[in-house]
């Protein structure tokens, strides 16, 4: 079974960090592309990052580009998500997925995470 678990969420004001993980377990995931998504109440699913599980390869939204930063560690199993410099308008559910496809698109990954709450005062 496959199951990917993100933790890491929780309260932050704004201008501080977060680090958020995604552990992966049930298959290998060596030739999955890695991302993170976020959901907004109200909003639609939108792409936050991404990695290419060997390779290191990564692509980020321009909303976050600079300010986060998404890392693998192989041996783990795990995908993090470096967070600095938090927005209130990166309030948000974060969900880690899990895809053959390179991609910034929700609809190519296969598996997904529950999602964790990431909260940003102002």
């Known amino acids: 079974q496959v199951q990917l678990v993100e933790s890491g969420g929780g309260l932050v004001q704004a201008g501080g960090s977060l680090r958020l993980s995604c552990a992966a377990s049930?298959?290998?995931?060596?030739?999955?592309?890695m991302g993170w998504f976020r959901q907004a109440p109200g909003k639609e699913r939108e792409f936050v990052a991404v990695?290419?599980?060997?390779?290191?390869?990564?692509t980020y939204a321009s909303s976050v580009k600079g300010r986060f930063t998404i890392s693998r560690d192989n041996a783990k199993n795990t995908v993090n998500l470096q967070m600095n410099s938090l927005k209130p308008e990166d309030t948000a559910v974060y969900y880690c997925?899990?895809?053959?496809?390179?991609?910034?698109?929700?609809?190519?990954?296969?598996?997904w995470g529950q999602g964790t709450q990431v909260s940003v005062s102002s």
């Open positions: 049930g298959r290998t995931f060596s030739n999955y592309a």
């Open positions: 997925a899990g895809g053959l496809r390179y991609s910034t698109y929700a609809v190519d990954y296969e598996y």
């Open positions: 990695i290419r599980w060997s390779g290191g390869i990564t």
